[in-house]
């Protein structure tokens, strides 16, 4: 049964950073996370498949940095410069290739206020 585990969110003041992890049970071609606000669709905000290839929702190039470690089967969000705008659960995803069928982790909250 494939499980992913997010960890590592919490309640960060504006302009500060957060680093969220994903522990996932098996090998993937693409991991990710997205976030979900309420009353909002989930919504992407970055990808990266095994090659290292990624891709960023506008809203947080330049700020977020997702990068992973195919040996460990982890996948990791560098938060930057974290906006109220970002308060949200963010999900850990995953794909594997060919097979159009999508992976959830449970979530990890994630709130940005003074």
């Known amino acids: 049964q494939v499980q992913l585990v997010e960890s590592g969110g919490g309640l960060v003041q504006p302009g500060g950073s957060l680093r969220l992890s994903c522990a996932a049970s098996?090998?993937?071609?693409?991991m990710g996370w997205y976030h979900q606000a309420p009353g909002k669709q989930r919504e992407l905000v970055a990808t990266?498949?095994?090659?290292?290839?990624?891709n960023y929702a506008d809203s947080v190039k330049g700020r977020f940095t997702i990068s992973r470690d195919n040996a460990k089967n982890m996948v990791y969000l560098q938060m930057n410069s974290l906006k109220p705008e970002d308060t949200a659960v963010y999900y850990c995803?995953?794909?594997?290739?060919?097979?159009?069928?999508?992976?959830w982790g449970q979530g990890t909250q994630v709130t940005v206020s003074s």
């Open positions: 990266i498949t095994n090659g290292g290839s990624t």
């Open positions: 098996g090998n993937f071609f693409t």
């Open positions: 995803y995953a794909r594997r290739q060919y097979v159009p069928f999508d992976y």
